[in-house]
């Protein structure tokens, strides 16, 4: 079973990859670009897995760039359990 096809597994991989990422020094801007880039890679080539990556994929095909990134942050944050943004 791939990562892909359970939205918890996914958010579970997405989430230690980031927290990784970010013990490991990486500042925040640039883990948004990456985030950005991997969610623009997997909106234009990649078939969801389940109802929650097809809900997101329309989000990210009817969004501009700016609210592609806002998306890319919004998963960042759900992934690692960041809470709002003061």
Same mark, same amino acid.
């Given at each position: ?8 597994q996914?958010?579970?991989?997405l ?13 925040k ?5 990456i985030?950005?880039?991997i969610?623009?890679?997997?909106a234009?080539?990649?078939d969801?897995?389940? /109802?929650?990556e097809?809900?997101? !994929?329309? =989000?990210?095909?009817?969004?501009? @760039? /700016?609210?592609?990134h806002?998306? !890319?942050? =919004?998963?960042?944050?759900?992934t @690692?359990g ?5």
């Amino acid at each position: 079973m791939s990562v892909l096809e359970n939205w918890q597994q996914w958010k579970s991989f997405l989430g230690d990859k980031a927290i990784h990422a970010k013990e490991g020094g990486m500042e925040k801007g640039k883990m948004s670009d990456i985030a950005f880039q991997i969610g623009d890679y997997l909106a234009k080539n990649v078939d969801p897995k389940n /109802e929650q990556e097809r809900v997101m !994929a329309d =989000l990210w095909s009817v969004a501009s @760039t /700016e609210e592609q990134h806002m998306l !890319a942050n =919004l998963m960042l944050r759900l992934t @690692t359990g960041e809470t709002k943004a003061h």
